[in-house]
């Protein structure tokens, strides 16, 4: 499904190919692939409507009723999605709280929290393709300037409006810390800020 916007990160899904849950969600966390968002979100729109048939804008627009619903249903009261990437769109937004919100919900489910933890993966798709997809996340890549002792998660965003963000998490000594950074105005100000505010954490 080609609807994410041009330049938007990718893991570089082509019509054809075919792949199993988990491997949709690695596609989605780890390279931060913008097509693997719109395939779930036509997918499950489609489920939803009860409709294998729905036109892909419908069905994108089920899902984040859908999505809404469920942010709703954690507490989140300051976001509306209507787009299931995050790129920049009038009218989708969220607040720090929120997505701390998400994340606790996120770690809380042992299979979400095992991929967004993976450094990277290399598989093979049920189509045949083999594929390598590496965590944008750089706290938790091994030897690297930014790599974090404990870091397990989560996810990274960019847009121009938004800045460099991140929702980072980590555990030392039996403690859970997780950080929202948003707006940073360089890659590189967004480790250092999310490092810093995990150190801060487990002082």
Known sequence: VHMAAAGSSRAWLTEGTQLNRTQLVQALMLPSGNDAAYVAAVHVGRILAEDPTLDRYAAVSKFCDAMNQKATALGCTGSKFVNPDGYHENGHYTTAADMLKIALATIENAQLRQIVST?????????????????????????????????????????????????????????????????????????????????????
């Open 119 to 203: 450094p990277r993966v290399q598989t093979n798709l049920i189509s045949g393709q083999r594929v390598d997809w590496t965590n944008s996340n750089r706290l938790l890549q091994p030897d690297n300037a930014y790599t974090y002792e404990g870091a397990f998660g989560l996810k990274t965003g960019t847009t121009d409006e938004a800045g460099y963000c991140l929702a980072a998490c980590a555990t030392r000594d039996g403690r859970t810390s997780i950080a929202i950074v948003m707006g940073a105005d360089s890659e590189n100000g967004r480790w250092d800020d999310t490092r810093g505010l995990l150190d801060i954490s487990f002082q």
